[in-house]
């Protein structure tokens, strides 16, 4: 047993070949035989670092076989998201947090199991449409094609909150350069470590800061011009609820902000202060990053539309919030 709860298992040429169950079912002799497939059904069980559900499967030597000492939540799936708005141009969806926006290169080598058990939006997003055409016209049927989307940004996998897809090229192009023109009206509800006053943050971000990790940087021309519009909405037990309004959207732009700031967003373990200076720890309890994009405006690429969409803080975080208003 490992301090942090874990039992760790070195796969030997003595076990190889043998199912995972049966070896679950030997490292607890006396436990019900019932309990090794409770393991597996509460995603508790990891194989090389990967989950596996797979009671059944061989192991092979050399695998290091980890039994959590708590269970590994569900990946969210289709049933999590919720779609704002859809058109034949473009479809507005609120991400959950934990799901990536779309499959990275070395995802795409993933077995077609993994990928199944870890959807991207982008993968669910076509059934998720077609299921509700289909109930709208009071057909049960899957289309033979599902319809097309297309990603024209990102959201880290653990932020949550508003995207927007097109789902024709024309769509795509007027998208693509409305991010670009920096004219999407973007804001993000966020809560950060200690009580952050209204300010706007601007400076040039670069891949390497000087430590390996994105961040500000002194010449203009090694990074992008970065600007975020900071507001205190509640200041909380020693937190801050805070909306960042964006000018620019570069990749971490609010999380490398905030932290350089000395207020890094709670749950964020990659930044935790300025470079060359101590990490600020974190001991918020946060269930996870708390960023979510709480407001998503543009221009519809064929009408010309305003169009504005706003969504509230998701449960987990309000919840968050809630228990440090009791403290």
């Excluded at 058990?117 to 997003?125: A, K």
């Excluded at 077609?130 to 094609?145: C, D, E, H, L």
């Excluded at 769509?171 to 973007?186: G, K, N, P, T």
């Amino acid at each position: 047993m490992r301090r942090d709860g874990s039992q760790v298992v070195h796969v030997r040429e003595s076990n190889a070949g043998q199912l995972l169950v049966a070896l679950l079912r030997r490292l607890q002799p006396d436990a019900p035989a019932s309990e090794a497939a409770q393991l597996l059904r509460n995603r508790r069980v990891q194989i090389d670092g990967n989950l596996c559900e797979d009671g059944r499967r061989r192991l092979k030597m050399g695998e290091v076989v980890k039994i959590l000492p708590h269970a590994v939540a569900a990946p969210p799936s289709a049933d999590d998201i919720h779609v704002h708005f859809a058109d034949e141009q473009l479809v507005v969806v609120e991400k959950p947090s934990g799901m990536t926006t779309m499959r990275h290169a070395e995802e795409a080598q993933w077995s077609a199991r993994r990928q199944r058990r870890e959807p991207t939006l982008e993968d669910v997003l076509p059934d998720l449409l077609a299921q509700s055409a289909s109930s709208s016209r009071g057909k049960q049927r899957r289309p033979i094609r599902l319809p097309r989307v297309i990603p024209v940004h990102r959201l880290d996998r653990d932020t949550s909150g508003l995207m927007v897809f097109a789902r024709t090229t024309n769509a795509e192009r007027s998208l693509v350069e409305q991010f670009r023109e920096h004219s999407i009206d973007r804001a993000y509800l966020t809560i950060v470590s200690g009580e952050i006053i209204a300010q706007t943050i601007e400076s040039f971000l670069a891949r390497d800061r000087g430590d390996g990790k994105r961040g500000s940087v002194a010449d203009p021309s090694t990074g992008q011009h970065a600007v975020t519009h900071v507001r205190p909405v509640e200041v909380v037990n020693g937190f801050t609820l805070v909306e960042c309004r964006l000018e620019t959207g570069r990749t971490h732009q609010i999380r490398i902000h905030l932290s350089e700031a000395g207020h890094p967003v709670c749950g964020d373990k990659e930044y935790r202060g300025p470079l060359g200076q101590k990490l600020i720890l974190d001991h918020s309890g946060a269930p996870r990053l708390a960023l979510h994009a709480a407001e998503l405006g543009f221009e519809h690429p064929l009408t010309g539309e305003s169009l504005h969409f706003e969504t509230r803080l998701p449960r987990d975080l309000s919840d968050f919030l809630r228990k440090q208003r009791r403290t």
